[in-house]
């Protein structure tokens, strides 16, 4: 049987709560904080529940809780406050506290029974599952470790240190082409498509992860074969329709071969991401041969970009308050966005019009 303990200062009150839970339960009393306190420190492991009178002499029942917080008691044991006040100000503390419900006097025995008996299951049930996350998370702090571990042998092997380096090589090809449409552009209409190029390599424990997620083995072939953004590169254009003329630009090119294309601008995410996607297959010429290699390609616009960086430390950033508030206000702040960068887009062509007629 599960052992409550019930302190108040009035006898009659310990021996009606006796009463109603005997049956059920070993009910042990105190007739004070003090008392109270001394049976917690010797048997605080054996107790189920605590029911506690808030007002008694020399040491009152907040004083019991602020022991029991200090010693980490309440973790273990459900509080009930005995109490023939019903002033929310006070129930509010006690609850902010960490109380976990109020029998209030008059007592009636079916209610009494009820509230103890719902309050160890729940407190029960909340500590399993407080102690189920608490191993799956150790579960998954272990096996990013042993992925970290494996992830680093990875990165000493030379087979794998080669492909990094033809995926390197893949990232200064497609930098290198779409500079020289830059630059070509920019000579023909006195203006540049894009604003900036921003590429990164995928880290050796990002790669692992990715084949474990897939259920493929780790191996270079696998690397090759199942994950097409491991060279990335993202092309930052001021306008939406200079976007579209850059991809044209660059798929006209007759030894670049498009893999997979996923059009986000015209066919935009539920949170409202908006990017053009291409994946690529791009020639590099190696010392001793030529060769295929997969690149992703990422086109958005300048406002978008700032977008999706807030978007991203959402993502990943952990403890954020007020997730669906947010989510919900990038999701406005894309809608505004789309709308600016088309608006922005005729003034641009009224003036690019307006210049053609002065010509």
Same mark, same amino acid.
């Given at each position: 049987?599960?052992?409550?303990?019930?302190?108040?200062?009035?006898?009659?009150?310990?021996?009606?709560?006796? !009463?109603?839970?005997?049956?059920?339960?070993?009910?042990?009393?105190?007739?004070?904080?003090?008392?109270?306190?001394?049976?917690?420190?010797?048997?605080?492991?054996?107790?189920?529940?605590?029911?506690?009178?808030?007002? *008694?002499?020399?040491?009152?029942?907040?004083?019991?809780?602020?022991? *029991?917080?200090?010693?980490?008691? *309440?973790?273990?044991?459900?509080?009930?406050?005995?109490?023939?006040? @019903?002033?929310?100000?006070?129930?509010?503390?006690?609850?902010?506290?960490?109380?976990?419900?109020?029998? @209030?006097?008059?007592?009636? #025995?079916?209610?009494?029974?009820?509230?103890?008996?719902?309050?160890?299951?729940?407190? +029960?049930?909340?500590?399993?599952?407080?102690?189920?996350?608490?191993?799956?998370?150790?579960?998954?702090?272990?096996?990013?470790?042993?992925?970290?571990?494996?992830?680093?042998?990875?990165?000493?092997?030379?087979?794998?240190?080669?492909? $990094?380096?033809?995926?390197?090589?893949?990232? $200064?090809?497609?930098?290198?082409?779409?500079?020289?449409?830059?630059?070509?552009?920019?000579?023909?209409?006195?203006?540049?498509?894009?604003?900036?190029?921003?590429?990164?390599?995928?880290?050796? !424990?990002?790669?692992?992860?990715?084949?474990?997620?897939?259920?493929?083995?780790?191996?270079?072939? +696998?690397?090759?074969?199942?994950?097409?953004?491991?060279?990335?590169?993202?092309?930052?254009?001021?306008?939406?329709? #200079?976007?579209?003329?850059?991809?044209?630009?660059?798929?006209? &090119?007759?030894?670049?071969?498009?893999?997979?294309?996923?059009? =986000?601008?015209? +066919?935009?995410?539920?949170?409202?991401?908006?990017?053009? @996607?291409?994946?690529?297959?791009?020639?590099?010429?190696?010392?001793?041969?030529?060769?295929?290699?997969?690149?992703?390609?990422?086109?958005?616009?300048?406002?978008? #970009?700032?977008?999706?960086?807030?978007? @991203?430390?959402?993502? =990943?950033?952990? +403890?954020?308050?007020?997730?669906?508030?947010?989510?919900?206000?990038?999701?406005?702040?894309?809608?505004?966005?789309?709308?600016?960068? =088309?608006? $922005?887009?005729?003034?641009?062509?009224?003036?690019? &019009?307006?210049?053609?007629?002065?010509?």
């Amino acid at each position: 049987m599960q052992k409550i303990l019930v302190v108040d200062d009035a006898e009659i009150n310990r021996e009606l709560l006796r !009463e109603f839970l005997e049956v059920d339960y070993i009910v042990e009393t105190a007739e004070n904080g003090g008392q109270a306190l001394a049976v917690l420190r010797a048997q605080h492991g054996e107790i189920s529940a605590l029911l506690l009178d808030l007002h *008694m002499p020399h040491t009152d029942g907040f004083a019991v809780i602020e022991q *029991m917080r200090k010693q980490g008691w *309440m973790e273990s044991i459900p509080v009930l406050i005995i109490s023939s006040e @019903h002033a929310v100000e006070a129930e509010n503390k006690c609850f902010e506290l960490g109380v976990s419900d109020f029998i @209030h006097r008059p007592f009636v #025995d079916s209610i009494v029974k009820n509230r103890v008996r719902n309050t160890i299951e729940l407190f +029960n049930c909340k500590n399993q599952l407080e102690r189920k996350i608490e191993k799956q998370s150790e579960t998954l702090r272990r096996q990013e470790q042993i992925i970290k571990i494996q992830a680093e042998q990875l990165s000493t092997a030379e087979s794998f240190n080669r492909l $990094m380096m033809e995926y390197r090589s893949v990232i $200064m090809e497609v930098e290198t082409r779409l500079k020289v449409l830059n630059a070509m552009f920019s000579e023909q209409y006195k203006r540049n498509p894009f604003e900036s190029i921003k590429s990164r390599l995928k880290k050796p !424990e990002s790669i692992y992860k990715k084949l474990v997620r897939k259920d493929c083995p780790v191996t270079v072939e +696998n690397i090759k074969e199942h994950i097409a953004d491991v060279a990335g590169l993202r092309v930052i254009c001021s306008f939406p329709d #200079d976007i579209y003329r850059l991809e044209k630009l660059l798929l006209k &090119q007759d030894d670049i071969i498009l893999l997979k294309k996923k059009d =986000y601008i015209k +066919n935009p995410k539920s949170n409202g991401y908006r990017s053009l @996607h291409l994946i690529l297959s791009v020639p590099v010429f190696l010392p001793d041969e030529k060769k295929y290699m997969k690149a992703e390609v990422q086109f958005r616009t300048i406002a978008m #970009d700032f977008w999706g960086s807030l978007e @991203h430390k959402l993502k =990943y950033k952990k +403890n954020i308050n007020n997730t669906e508030e947010i989510e919900r206000q990038l999701k406005a702040c894309a809608d505004s966005i789309e709308a600016l960068d =088309y608006q $922005m887009q005729k003034i641009r062509d009224k003036i690019d &019009q307006s210049e053609g007629e002065c010509l």
